[in-house]
């Protein structure tokens, strides 16, 4: 393996960063079963409740429809250059993993449905019962008060390695400010723009893509999209 390949660690967010537009949202527009899911996520914007609090609470809203939920997730709009991102950093040996404050099924969703295998994926966690839906929350970090799956645990563990981190929202701060690189758009490029943080501000994955051929990360010859 090229070293300094190895040394280098791509973690991308999914909602409304590989995909186009919030997906989460989407979903609880669609199946929960009243508005009061927009009033959690006022109270959580506006930093009276935490990440945790306000999923849980958005996601108890939703009707219990686990395969109308799966299938209408799978049919997300994805950023088009993700896939070649993901075979690039495949072909290089470049590990890519993907942080998310979404929900594993739903990501598994969206990947199966556009040909995405072997990424990793660390994310919530849903649970559909017959009346009911459930969240729950495996990457909790108890020390971080702000998150439900705190994104920058995961950059502790990459002593010695150069990290990249793109994203888009306030759920993903932590990892933001645990990142070596930070690629950051719409709220996220707000608040680090506020308190006068350095990123590299993006509209597509096109922009990350350039960056890692640039820096020799991925290799620069076209990949067959079949």
């Known amino acids: 393996m090229d070293t300094a390949r190895s040394r280098l660690v791509l973690f991308l967010d999914f909602d409304n960063t590989i995909t186009q537009g919030d ?52 049919a997300a709009a994805i950023d088009p ?16 993993v993907v942080l998310s404050d979404s929900f594993t099924v739903l990501i598994d969703a969206v990947f199966a449905r556009h040909g995405v295998r072997n990424v990793p994926v660390l994310a919530n966690e849903l649970m559909f019962f017959d009346d009911r839906v459930e969240a729950a929350f495996p990457h909790r970090d108890p020390s971080c008060r702000r998150c439900a799956h705190c994104k920058g645990q995961h950059f502790r563990n990459q002593r010695g390695r ?6 888009d929202g306030l759920s993903d701060i932590c990892a933001a400010d645990a990142a070596d690189t930070v690629f950051a758009k719409d709220s996220l490029a707000e608040y680090l723009s506020r308190h ?8 597509t994955l096109g922009t990350v893509l350039d960056f890692l051929v ?12 079949r």
């Open 23 to 74: 997906l989460l949202d989407a979903v609880l527009e669609r199946y929960s079963r009243d508005a009061s899911w927009l009033a959690w996520e006022e109270r959580w914007k506006k930093g009276k409740i935490s990440t945790l609090e306000c999923l849980r609470r958005q996601i108890a809203t939703l009707k219990p429809s686990r395969i109308e939920i799966l299938e209408f997730a799978s």
């Open 81 to 96: 250059y993700f896939v070649p991102i993901v075979r690039k950093a495949a072909a290089s040996k470049l590990e890519l």
């Open 162 to 167: 150069e990290t990249i981190f793109v994203g």
């Open 196 to 203: 006068g943080r350095k990123y590299r501000p993006f509209d």
């Open 214 to 225: 640039e820096r020799g990360a991925v290799t620069a010859e076209r990949i067959s999209s």
